[in-house]
């Protein structure tokens, strides 16, 4: 179906703020999102201007102090949750161990923590690093993505899980999971590595208890950008002893008092540590300023467009039979991506980048097609599947340094 048959694009305006790498279809956004003129412009006047000519007085001046909780904020819209409740510090892996432990405290009748096999793997180290920290305090069960739901038992303290698989896009039934949780008081800990930004979530509306994510996928902060952390209100009221280990010194109540004994701050604060990294989060800052005025509902119904043209294409051009979608067919059970198997994968990956559609490879044999609905079209679809056809039909991906495996795939 040629690119003007398709529905009119709300968001076709959006492409213009972004800068599009010449002669490329970007088809990464769920490993790293591009850069905007808004984050380009923003990184450069904090540098020159607030950094550059205000210095220290910047901390208070431009509100540099606050930028986690700002900032946080503006990721809270995006994510179904309230004001006062989501912080941008930090890693994921960071974030995750200062939430598992607030969820083991929570929960301390409790040791397991549940979560699936092909969970991001991070994910299931951090869980456990700390059962080597605390012992038989803490416990990790790992079952088939497909048992999860059945294997919430009494014993679990806290499930864990990636809302969108990362190999295959599947979406995890979020209601399904929480009110099955919530059956056998068990907390739900959500990573949105590959949700926030990609489609609406509701993290209060589904009475998930904690979550985790990047900025620098679909919300197109900048390699490396500062996550973010959620904590539902029912866990933020009043209590007597902190709900995560990692004490620093903004996580106090009182920073700038200098006291040699830690008072947790009240609120989402007792969950920073150290200082804000200013360009970073200036960054994160920037880039969310272009959903400011954006209908989330509208990303989500351009993604499952976008992912929906992609496999028709491919069925057209006779490449599902030779590498098969490991996706949900059902777009609604996925995320905004699609994966698909092959045993040269990778080669094909590297054959297509090289002709100028960056796609990428997830090991071990699966070619892994992302689609951000800010910035991709139906006419990138078009030309990139017909490309793919080209480098699979041909065998392009069988020439030698296509075989030849980078230190980063």
């Given at each position: 179906m040629p690119h003007h048959q398709h529905p009119q694009d709300p968001l076709a305006h959006v492409r213009a703020k972004?800068?599009?790498?010449?002669?490329?279809?970007?088809?990464?956004?769920?490993?790293?999102?591009?850069l905007s003129e808004n984050v380009r412009a923003r990184v450069a006047e904090?540098?020159?201007?607030?950094?550059?000519?205000?210095?220290?007085?910047?901390?208070?001046?431009?509100?540099?102090?606050?930028?986690?909780?700002?900032?946080?904020?503006?990721?809270?819209?995006?994510?179904?949750?309230?004001?006062?409740t989501t912080l941008c510090c930090d890693s994921i892996s960071v974030n995750l161990f200062k939430i598992l432990c607030a969820a083991l405290q929570i929960n301390s009748g409790?040791?397991?923590?549940?979560?699936?096999?092909?969970?991001?793997?991070?994910?299931?180290?951090?869980?456990?690093?700390?059962?080597q920290l605390l012992g038989e305090r803490c416990t990790l069960r790992l079952v088939p993505e497909h048992e999860l739901l059945d294997a919430i038992s009494e014993k679990t303290a806290a499930v864990l899980v990636t809302e969108v698989n990362f190999r295959t896009g599947r979406k995890l039934p979020l209601a399904d999971l929480s009110a099955r949780a919530r059956a056998q008081g068990a907390l739900t800990i959500l990573d949105l590595a590959h949700s926030a930004g990609a489609f609406p979530v509701q993290l209060l509306e589904n009475d998930i208890d904690f979550a985790v994510g990047c900025?620098?996928?679909?919300?197109?902060?900048?390699?490396?950008?500062p996550a973010f952390l959620y904590v539902a209100p029912k866990h933020l009221q009043q209590r007597t002893t902190p709900l995560q280990p990692l004490y620093g010194w903004l996580g106090h109540?009182?920073?700038?008092?200098?006291?040699?004994?830690?008072?947790?701050?009240?609120?989402?604060?007792?969950?920073?540590?150290?200082?804000?990294?200013?360009l970073a989060l200036a960054a994160v800052d920037a880039?969310?300023?272009?959903?400011?005025?954006?209908?989330?509902?509208?990303?989500?119904?351009?993604?499952?467009?976008?992912?929906?043209?992609?496999?028709?294409?491919?069925?057209?051009e006779g490449l599902l039979e030779l590498m098969p979608s490991?996706?949900?067919?059902?777009?609604?059970?996925?995320?905004?991506?699609?994966?698909?198997?092959?045993?040269?994968?990778?080669?094909?990956?590297?054959?297509?980048?090289?002709?100028?559609?960056?796609a990428d490879f997830r090991a071990p044999e699966y070619l892994r097609v992302g689609f951000s609905a800010l910035y991709n079209t139906y006419g990138e679809v078009e030309k990139a599947v017909a490309t793919l056809a080209g480098v699979v039909h041909e065998q392009r991906y069988e020439r030698a340094e296509f075989q030849e495996r980078s230190a980063v795939t």
């Open positions: 972004f800068h599009i790498p010449a002669n490329t279809i970007y088809l990464d956004g769920n490993s790293l999102g591009l904090t540098m020159q201007h607030q950094w550059g000519n205000d210095v220290i007085t910047s901390w208070n001046k431009h509100g540099w102090i606050n930028l986690p909780l700002t900032v946080g904020d503006k990721i809270a819209r995006l994510i179904g949750a309230p004001a006062g409790r040791t397991e923590v549940l979560s699936t096999k092909d969970n991001f793997p991070t994910d299931l180290y951090m869980v456990q690093g700390l059962q900025t620098y996928k679909y919300l197109n902060a900048g390699p490396g950008a109540a009182e920073p700038f008092a200098f006291t040699a004994e830690y008072a947790p701050a009240q609120g989402i604060r007792q969950f920073l540590t150290g200082t804000p990294p200013i880039a969310l300023d272009v959903f400011a005025d954006i209908d989330m509902a509208d990303v989500r119904q351009k993604s499952i467009g976008l992912s929906e043209y992609w496999l028709e294409r491919m069925a057209a490991i996706s949900p067919a059902n777009p609604e059970e996925r995320g905004s991506q699609l994966a698909f198997q092959h045993e040269d994968a990778y080669a094909i990956c590297q054959a297509l980048i090289a002709e100028g559609v960056i």
